[in-house]
Each structure stands twice: as C-alpha cells, then as structure tokens.
C-alpha cells in the first residue's frame, strides 16, 4: 500500500541513548517532515526537507539530527535521549503544493526514562 | 507564541446536526490554511483546503469558511456522523523566502465527539 511507513511503532529509552526513527515514502513526494505532539501543544515542527540533499530545521530542532539521501528516506536521529523528549512522533509527505495535504505515518510512541 | 489557535478544545455535537470547529490565526502572512483529522493511534489524515484569495471552499459534507479582515476560519460538517468523531486540527502555512509555503504551523486540535 502507498503511504508513509514508520518505524518503530514503540520504543522505551533510557536518559542518554540515542536512537534512529525511520520514515519511509513510496509516493515520491519532494517535501519530508518530521512532527511530535505533546498534549496540549498540538504538532510542532522538527525538521523537514524539501528533496534529496536538502534538510532545514522547523519549530523544535534541538536535540534532533535528520539527513536525506534518498527521496524516499528521511530518518530522524535523536542523540542523546531525554525525558522531554517523550512524545508521539509522526513522518509526512508531500508534493510541494500548498494546497495538497500531507501523507502522515501512524506514528512512534517514544518514551524516555 | 501560538500562531494558530483552536480556542475549544472539545465539541459535542448531535448526529445528523451541524459541527463547526473554529480556528483563528495571528500571521498575517498566512496564505493557505488546512484541516486534519486524527483518530487515535493514528496519523493525522487531510481533509480540506483554502486559499487565502477564497473565502470559502467545499468538499462533499465540508466546508471551511475563510475570514481573512477577522483572521478566523471555521470548519463546517454537515451532517455529523458517528464516524467524525475524532481530534481536529487546523493547520496553516506562508510562503516562505526559500522553499516556498509547504511549512505547516498546526493549531492544538479540538475533540469532536457525535451523540448518536
């Protein structure tokens, strides 16, 4: 099925770690972006890429690395693992058109201890 | 600094009445403004669209409505089903200098439950 495959699904962290959540598309969608959502914030922006090659940072960057060599791929690195990172993460996709909605995955449930 | 906020955070509605959900914006620069649907344990999934030159578009059951002198816009469902209840969030985007308007700024979302 097309879409936007996250993974892992769940993940538990310990305080220092680092970790890799995966985003993978197959709708070869320019624009990648990475959001968490925390109660009562709503989603915020990390990082986001508008093509292979090309990455900039969103809203909430720190403690977050991205790369993307690939349309396809755009992984999000967390380097050094805190609580306050404990949030719901979700990848999208899309063409780079303002009026054409994103392709979110289903989410990871990151939670750091 | 909340640039686009959703003052409700939870609606409840009768089946087959109309919901609207409310959404108002402080950046003038906005110039596309979405909605999104999210159920639990779920992404979020797209609904509509509008440009800042309409004031109002539709699709099907819903219409967002676009007061841009107000800086407000409002999501319409009629009628509401049992399978519209789920956390809305409205989004909104400006062009940027470099890579055009695909950035999204989401508002906090509102709960929308349908009483059958």
């Known amino acids: 099925n097309a879409g936007v495959t996250q993974t892992p699904k769940f993940q538990v962290l310990k305080t220092g770690q680092s970790m890799t959540l995966q985003c993978a598309q197959d709708m070869n969608h320019e624009y990648m972006s990475w959001y968490r959502q925390d109660p009562g914030m709503g989603l915020r922006l990390i990082h986001y890429s508008v093509g292979a090659g090309i990455t900039d940072q969103g809203e909430v960057p720190n403690g977050y690395n991205v790369s993307r060599s690939t349309t396809e791929d755009f992984p999000l690195r967390l380097l050094s693992a805190a609580p306050s990172q404990t949030s719901v993460y979700f990848c999208?996709?899309?063409?780079?058109?303002?009026?054409?909605?994103?392709?979110f995955g289903s989410g990871t449930r990151l939670t750091v201890v | 600094d909340q640039q686009v906020k959703q003052n409700s955070p939870s609606l409840s509605v009768q089946e087959g009445r109309i919901s609207i959900l409310n959404c108002d914006y402080t950046?003038?620069?906005?110039?596309?403004f979405l909605w999104y649907k999210k159920y639990p344990a779920e992404g979020p999934t797209f609904l509509i669209s509008?440009?800042?030159?309409?004031d109002k578009n539709e699709d099907g059951r819903f219409t967002v409505f676009l007061n841009k002198s107000a800086k407000h816009l409002s999501l319409h469902i009629v009628p509401s089903q049992p399978g519209d209840s789920a956390v809305y969030f409205c989004?909104?985007?400006?062009?940027?200098?470099?890579?055009?308007?695909?950035?999204?700024?989401f508002g906090t979302g509102t709960r929308l439950t349908i009483i059958p």
């Open positions: 509008i440009s800042s030159i309409k």
């Open positions: 989004a909104a985007s400006a062009r940027g200098s470099n890579f055009g308007n695909e950035k999204l700024t």
């Open positions: 999208a996709s899309s063409y780079r058109r303002p009026d054409y909605g994103y392709t």
């Open positions: 950046n003038s620069m906005f110039d596309y």
